[in-house]
């Protein structure tokens, strides 16, 4: 008898207790008496494949607007009777508040398509475009983590959005609102939404991972300690703080969490091994985690055992990487640019993994020289984001600073067929 998961269960039945569907005819039009209605913290996110849906997503309170219905057509029939479908959004709390936090996943969505989206009748009408069904075309996202809400934040936001990526993967460390401060969570929530705009006026969606400064007490604490970012996002994170999200069969991002509410070991790196496995054909598999593996500023000699240490990573996630061919790793928290050679066991090795990061979209500290940390092959001072290009059988990775300068480009390969043999 096939007996669905606990996550395929609760991802079902909240779907459709949020999510009614139904025909709006002719396409929603605002009426003299309705009050326009531009939610400050409206953004994209996803929940499942990002070919056929798309999670629109808004903080607010019940009664700002007579109707939350998003409702949405493709561009192109945009103009015809019965073109536009609606999706009510079931409110829900956002913690240690009175708001709500609005969500509605529209599905069944045709790929590689823009689409037109508003909310109720009184909203101005915003675009979204879903991903395509094939890479047969350049796939181009952004990358970065350890946000903030300053004006650096604000500046990265700006260039990413000039990028005109398909979509931004933040690693963690968003707002810093440290699951207490719900003013920076809206903050970030904000600044996202009024910056993260490509340049034919398309949201930019957000797929986010759990860092240590979403969570009240940062490391091993229960999910109630990071209420915000759940709230935000446990469409993805319905049970755990890690998650996989796959672009049809062309791309899969393996987003984990580097001991905050999940431990690294156990359960976590069985699921890994479990999904990495499934996807060790995968060309273009992506790991997003907060606290790196090979740090750039923290000594990675000398803190076994502690939390935020990457210590953990190596012990449990590393031999993984190596083993399952992950050929990209996204690393944050340590506030830096870096670039670590492509790595077997901590040594440079042409078919090793390659970890890029260290979380400076708003954030930043002195990185140790490449001299004294002989995996980093680059590593700078510097508030940047990183923009990934698939095209075709080579992906190639750019480091951009706050003002948009090139810093670093670097291409990874494709690491050798079959299994590699790891020590140990
Ligand atoms: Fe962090």
Redesign the pocket.
Known sequence: MHSPSRRAFLGTSLASLATPLFAADPAPVPGPDDPPFQPTTLFLSWQRDPTTTMTVQWVGTLGETADTTVYYAPTAAAFLAGAWQGVRPTPRPYPRTDFKVFRAELTGLQPGTDYRFRIGKASPTYRFRTMPAKANDTIHFVSGG?CGVNSHAVANNVQAAKQDPMFAVIG??LGYDNGRSVEVSLAFLRNYSKHMVARDGRLIPMVACI???EVDGGYDKPRAKAPFFYALFDGLYPETGYATLDFGDYLSLVLLDTGHTSPIGGDQASWLEKTLKARADHPNLFVVN??PAYPSYRNPLGTLFRA?TGDGNRKHWVPLFERYRVPVVLE??DHTFKRTKPLLSGLADDNGVLYLGD?SWGRLRNPKSPDKLNYLAAASRDYHLSLHRIQGKERFHLALDETGRVMDVCRSGQRKTGLVSVPG
């Open positions: 350890d963690g460390d860092g240590n400064h907060h606290v935020g944050h928290h979380g």
